[in-house]
DNA sequence: ATAGGGTTAG
């Protein structure tokens, strides 16, 4: 008897598929070990350690050959409570029963049902199980009082987290950076940075260093994050890629740049931190040069990755590129299904061109959501399909998307450019009337230009006044634009006047109202307007003409 | 005799 179980156990050990764990479990069967609860929790162990991505058959699987046990001990209710970590509805109703049972939760119980409510936001159960756990008599146990410290950082009541904190009749290391990770997540970095000074073993504790760093940078306070990574002991990888993104999320791409080459080691957190600063900050071409180079030293890129690098080649354009990511990310197995990853191809083809792709893409989606929608709506309205993607608008709302302020964005630029006077007008109401969204500068700006180019100056000009927010600068830029297109003296020199006074050295202004002066040969004008342009110190930088 | 736990970058 001990012989095969002892057999079975090692076999679990080196069980690497579903498949295997089907031929133990009929192994399981054949000795008739069903009812046996070492061997059921091994089996159910694994399972969970099999079960680290999505899809959890495993658990399901785990959970089945659980309820056969007629008489599960504390370890296997245990560990089929840390199986289910994931559902808090079925941790509860797995721990109502455990309390009906014969056994009785122990210390390893209540430490798994407090990370469940933690990982859920479950702030009422939560605090219920507290209770529990004041009843039972299970405080005093260091991983309970540290799981609730986590509990209640994670649920912004870090006052209660430093109840249980100050109560603890031991602490560790974990249970000091718990606390200091619940006041740098509320932001009281005054109070985190008093907990992390008086914390014992500090200089063997690098996640409480690291968290230090991540919380200065996330609350903008760069030059503290350094100083903190300056004094610590020991710097990881993690250390360096907090402090990396700060940089690069504050445009300081050169002291991110600095600090990677200095990194003890690269992986790819570490290079995204770097790759996406550079998306963010206008430099797509070094992204992908990045990318690439990433990819040399064999590190794998992983989704985030591949959606930097999309993110990247739609800002390029080009249509080679964005046709050579889209066979890598599909060579990957990269899982499509996830909508971030599925628009960010989507918008990717549609800005690089590849019209024909991104619709493929679109329609054999099994989910469309509104930001799958918005993507591909602004696609074809860049390629001058205008029509169909107010089409698509329609067809959004029929599968019953409510759209929010960016999918009106979007909609009235499509507008816009294919000179749907009435249905962007319709489309301005709708947004109030039925959505209830109040348009901003950017909407009214959207509209202006879609009357402007029509030729309906004095609407616009109207629309302009009437607008219940402060007109923006983008809105008159826009009309001014269209009293170019149509040589409007009259309305140019206006709304030129206006926007002199909005932004003075903005040189597209003067060099609009130029360009209608000069076409009505009105060259003292034109010439009056350079000077004024040159007294200013205002200088047209070639290639940044508004239209 | 035997099994299981809390903190840590994008």
Known sequence: MSSILSRISTLLNSTKTILHLHQLHARIIQNGLEQHNLIINLFISRCTKLDAHPNHTTTHYALSIFNLVFHPNAHLW??????????????????????????????????????????????????????????????????????????????????????VFDEMPERNVVSWTAMVVGYLSLGDLRSAQVVFDEMPWRDCAAPAWNAMVDGYVKWGDLESARKVFDEMPERNVVSFTCLIDGYAKAGDMESARELFDRA?????????????????????????????????????????????????????????????????????????????????????????????????????????????????????????????AVRLFSRMLEEGLVPDKVAFTVLLTACSRAGLVEEGMQYLCSMKNDYGLVPSPDHYACIVHLLGRAGHLEAAYDLIESMPVEPHASAWGALLGACRLHWNIKFGEMVAGKLFQLEPRNPSNYVLLSNIYANANRWTDVLELRNRMREGCVRKIPGQSRI
């Open 78 to 163: 245990n560990s089929i409570l840390k199986a289910n970590i994931s559902s808090l509805p079925i941790t509860i109703s797995l721990f109502n029963r455990f309390k009906l049972s014969k056994t009785t939760p122990d210390d390893y119980t209540f430490s798994s049902l407090i990370k469940c409510c933690s990982i859920h936001n479950g702030v009422w159960e939560g605090r219920l199980i507290h209770g529990l756990v004041v009843r039972n008599g299970v405080l005093g146990f260091v991983f309970v009082g540290t799981s609730l410290v986590d509990f209640y950082g994670k649920v912004g009541e870090v006052e209660s987290a430093r109840k």
């Open 264 to 388: 003890p080691a690269r992986d790819v957190v570490a290079w995204s931190a770097l790759i996406s600063g550079y998306v963010q900050n206008g430099n797509a071409n070094r992204a992908v040069e990045m990318f690439v180079e990433m990819c040399n030293e064999n590190v794998k890129p992983d989704e985030f990755a591949m959606v930097n690098l999309m993110t990247a080649c739609s800002q390029i354009g080009s249509s080679d590129l964005g046709l050579w990511v889209d066979s890598y990310v599909t060579r990957n197995s990269i899982d499509l299904s996830r909508p971030h990853i599925a628009a960010a191809l989507i918008d990717m083809n549609a800005k690089c061109g590849n019209m024909d792709r991104a619709t493929c893409l679109f329609e054999e989606m099994p989910k469309r959501d509104l930001v799958l929608y918005c993507s591909m709506i602004q696609g074809l309205s860049i390629h001058g399909c205008a029509v169909q």
